[in-house]
């Protein structure tokens, strides 16, 4: 009896790892560069959204290239760097654009991330697409 109890908490707590790994990035997180500095925000449905000079671009929908998109994003935690993907999607016709991003924690709330703008993923935290983005509180 002992076991099957131990069996029936054991199994519920392992299938919710991903998740909780997933959810280190929900918030939002602020980073600062030379240009100035901008904000991004993952959203625990799967959302997210870039903040620049108060434009926001990403989310639920938005105004994309003159039509309506949305943003989502699917992070692979079993990379080393993690792995994060955006997802443009515009809403009328459904074409899409990925954004491959990588991502390392420093701590609890701060990452390493680098963005890969020319469709490929990067492969290290250098140059002008890396900055290190920390937890708004």
């Known amino acids: 009896m002992r076991k099957i109890l131990l069996l029936l908490l054991a199994v519920p707590l392992l299938s919710l790892t991903p998740e909780k790994d997933n959810a280190k990035f929900i918030g939002k997180w602020i980073g600062i560069d030379s240009k100035g500095f901008g904000f991004i925000t993952f959203e625990p449905d799967g959302y997210a959204y870039f903040e620049i000079e108060g434009a926001i671009v990403g989310g639920k929908e938005f105004t994309y290239e003159g039509q309506k998109g949305k943003m989502t994003y699917q992070i692979n935690n079993k990379t080393n760097p993690i792995q994060v993907d955006f997802t443009i999607t515009k809403l009328e016709s459904g074409e899409q ?18 963005m890969g703008f020319d469709q490929k993923r990067p492969t290290n935290f ?7 983005f920390r937890r708004e509180k």
């Open 126 to 132: 250098k140059g002008n697409n890396a900055i290190v």
């Open 97 to 114: 654009k990925n954004l491959p991003c990588i991502a390392k924690f420093i701590d609890d709330n701060s990452m390493h991330f680098a």
